[in-house]
């Protein structure tokens, strides 16, 4: 009998042990921000402020149609709008600026 409410403890305190460290493992798994720096994100021209986007190198944003595009309106942007920093699908779910731009920008269809 003593040894059944010993197991018990033991496997309470590993539950609580369990539950304790789950808030903090979801909070080490929180996505980063994309680095402008990153290969991916130069090879694409990423930019957290559209405005900065060498039109150049990327004509698709250049003139006023260009102007327009946003990671903000862009259909590969996940997460809730409103949020300046959410999770894109191209660079893996890493967050981007919602006035942000990259290469790969496309419409909502
Ligand atoms: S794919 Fe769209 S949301 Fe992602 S960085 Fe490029 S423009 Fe922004």
New binding site residues.
Partial sequence: MREVSRERRRVLKLALGVLFLLPAAGRTMAPER?SESEPAARA?G?RHDADEVDVTRFPKRAGPEGAT???AN????EGGPGKDWRP????GGRL?HAR???????PFE
């Fill in positions: 994309l694409l990423y595009q946003l990671c862009c259909r590969f942007l894109c699908s191209i660079f981007v942000g731009w990259c290469n790969s920008w496309l």
